[in-house]
């Protein structure tokens, strides 16, 4: 069964930091590119941020360059996302998300989603 769970939300400042953490399982993780997934409240689905299978290409949304890095470590399969500079435009639910093919950039579809969790940017 794949799971994915996020991990590493909470309340932050603006200007402050988080990292959020994805443990994947059910899967061959360094098969399948990743993605993270916003939601603001009463807005829609947001696409944050993408890394190949390999960790070798990252892509990232306009808003999100400069500050956010996505990462992963295969050897313990799980996705990261390294949020700096937060604004109070990043509060969101933020989701991991599995390429549903193999070997893929990450920009979808998606098959499998976690939980998600949650960011707020408030003082």
């Known amino acids: 069964e794949v799971q994915l769970v996020e991990s590493g939300g909470g309340l932050v400042q603006p200007g402050g930091s988080l990292r959020l953490s994805c443990a994947a399982s059910?899967?061959?993780?360094?098969?399948?590119?990743m993605s993270w997934v916003r939601q603001a409240p009463g807005k829609g689905l947001e696409w944050v941020s993408a890394i190949s299978w390999n960790g070798g290409s990252t892509y990232y949304a306009e808003s999100m360059k400069g500050r956010f890095t996505i990462s992963r470590d295969n050897a313990k399969n799980t996705l990261y996302l390294q949020m700096n500079s937060l604004k109070s435009e990043d509060t969101a639910v933020y989701y991991c998300a599995k390429d549903g093919g193999a070997y893929g950039l990450g920009y979808g579809p998606y098959d499998y989603w976690g939980q998600g969790t949650q960011v707020t940017v408030s003082s």
């Open positions: 059910g899967f061959t993780f360094d098969d399948y590119a």
